[in-house]
């Protein structure tokens, strides 16, 4: 793994810079890059902005985790169910991300999987997609549970797989054989060398290969949807040849990049018929979050830096 990929997955686990990093400007100055603010109102107007200027579509996610008490997680639930009405009287396309840590997972998951039919049932009222966020590997079966028993009634509901995970492969197949939905995405947690690649040559391979399965035609003949969540304009490239040479349609392949990154890319995926999507994040707990992009893609520590130290 590379060296500052480890230092910031590191940082982002440091339970004193959690506590505090926020507070630092310098921090608060530079992670405007990925995310328009803190508030509900923020993302409606990124989202807004987004829609009126370049036709793009939207998802949102409000950042936090493994919460500690069940009323956090009924409140977190309170949310987005405002949310989406907020999003439905803006006229908004916009779907929600949600972890289910932050909604009660760790501390009752029966509860937690009420929460989610809630928000699934909002959102088909919208017909929206809801999608759960995967989080660290000790949590991925008892995600993908949740996610098969609530699936098999609200077939609007979609998971996020990690292609950095060996067992992703199987994962995937499962829930093609379900018809459901996927937004696929690298992998951004620090995870052992026993359940996950730790080089990046083999991460983007087997995401290449997730990515030719995901629109396959044993996929599409399941109903499957298939979303590629990734700024890598390589992983993009092969993707987009893969679909022409196997004769799939640009609109069967969806793209979700993260709010502020690529936004070229963003534009030109959009005027060439694929679905996409932007995702915003807002929050307070946007910390170890922030970490974790810049871990993606160590290059963007410079960009930090240079936002420091501007005048």
């Known amino acids: 793994m590379h060296p500052v990929r480890s230092l910031l997955l590191a940082a982002s686990e440091n339970r004193w810079m959690r506590a505090n990093a926020t507070t630092l400007p310098v921090f608060r100055k530079a992670v405007k890059r990925f995310m328009p603010g803190e508030r509900l109102d923020d993302a409606l107007e990124a989202a807004d902005t987004l829609r009126r200027q370049d036709r793009i579509a939207t998802i949102f996610t409000r950042l936090g985790e493994n919460v500690t008490e069940m009323a956090e997680a009924d409140a977190v639930t309170e949310h987005y169910l405002e949310a989406y009405g907020r999003i439905a009287q803006a006229g908004l396309d916009t779907q929600i991300s949600v972890k289910l840590t932050q909604l009660g997972l760790d501390i009752d998951p029966a509860r937690c999987r ?27 079966d008892a995600t993908l549970a949740l996610y098969h028993a609530v699936l098999a009634e609200y077939p609007n509901v979609g998971v996020c797989l990690q292609a950095y995970l060996y067992r992703t492969a199987k994962d995937l197949e499962a829930i093609i054989g379900a018809g459901g939905a996927v937004r696929l995405v690298k992998g951004a947690y620090k ?4 359940v996950a690649f730790p080089k990046k040559v083999d991460v983007d391979a087997n995401y290449l290969s997730l990515a030719k399965a995901m629109i396959g035609e044993p996929a599409r003949t399941r ?24 004769g799939v349609p640009n609109d069967a392949c969806e793209f979700a990049l993260l709010y502020g990154i690529q936004r070229s890319v963003q534009q030109q995926l959009g005027r060439d018929g694929y679905g996409l999507r932007v ?4 929050g307070e707990y946007w910390f170890p979050w922030y970490m974790r992009r810049l871990a993606e893609r160590p290059a963007n520590v410079w960009f930090v830096a240079r936002t420091m130290f501007a005048r």
């Open 191 to 194: 995870e052992p060398a026993s």
């Open 279 to 282: 995702l915003i994040s807002y």
């Open 223 to 246: 109903g499957f949807r298939a979303v590629f969540g990734t700024h890598d304009v390589s992983i993009i490239d092969a993707i987009q040849q893969h679909a022409k040479a196997t």
């Open 114 to 140: 009420d929460h989610v039919r809630r928000l699934a049932a909002r959102a088909a009222e919208q017909g929206a997609i809801l999608y759960i966020d995967m989080e660290q590997h000790p949590y991925v």
